[in-house]
């Protein structure tokens, strides 16, 4: 017989995911097949448009996702939100909804919090870490409904140190909280796979 081949994990999500996904590959060479779909996956509609697309190009055993820090952007020339909150609850439920109708198991991660006010957060979309905090508990309890895991990268940042963990834009990741990052998430997919007796 021969030697099983290494599940494959699909990383899904935005700019955030992009940053740690080379982490989470090499920390779980060996482990898993680790990959990362093409681009960024932008907001909430655009992963519920694509993931059909996804899952069927990569074929995976488990997927961890992330989704949020688009939706909740504020568009001040056109004073809304890019995918407002209802909108944003119903598309979580309808990604967790697909997942579980595949009988995939999917990790879902927590939207990164952002610094308000940051020097170079964006003009023409700023962000609010009230509005992550709301975003994020909204996909909670569509993912708890559909019995899928929980990673919470918001409270790993902030427990680290948002000051310390965020680039000037307020937003996005040093080098080294991807790093950190990539560990914490290639933890939750190790444990989800030996859980579920995944070589």
Request: hydrophobic content about 45%; charged content about 20%.
């Amino acid at each position: 017989m021969g030697t099983p081949l290494a599940p494959g994990v699909l990383l899904i999500g935005d700019s955030i995911s992009v940053g740690y996904a080379p982490h989470v590959e090499r920390l779980l060479a060996g482990r898993a097949r680790v990959v990362h779909h093409e681009g960024n996956g932008g907001d909430s509609a655009n992963v519920l448009a694509k993931l059909d697309g996804w899952l069927a190009e990569q074929a995976p055993q488990l997927v961890h996702f992330n989704v949020g820090l688009h939706d909740l952007r504020w568009w001040v020339k056109d004073a809304k939100y890019q995918v407002p909150l209802e909108a944003y609850r119903r598309n979580l439920a309808a990604i967790a909804g697909k997942l579980g109708a595949k009988r995939l198991p999917a990790i879902w991660a927590s939207t990164t919090p952002v610094a308000d006010g940051a020097p170079k957060m964006s003009k023409d979309f700023p962000r609010k870490n009230a509005d992550v905090e709301a975003y994020n508990a909204a996909a909670l309890e569509a993912v708890r409904a559909a019995g899928l895991a929980v990673n919470d990268l918001y409270a790993f940042v902030q427990a680290r140190g948002v000051a310390r963990t965020l680039l000037p834009d307020g937003v996005h990741l040093t080098e080294e909280g991807y790093a950190e990052a990539g560990a914490q998430v290639a933890g939750a997919i190790r444990e989800a796979l030996d859980a579920r007796g995944l070589p």
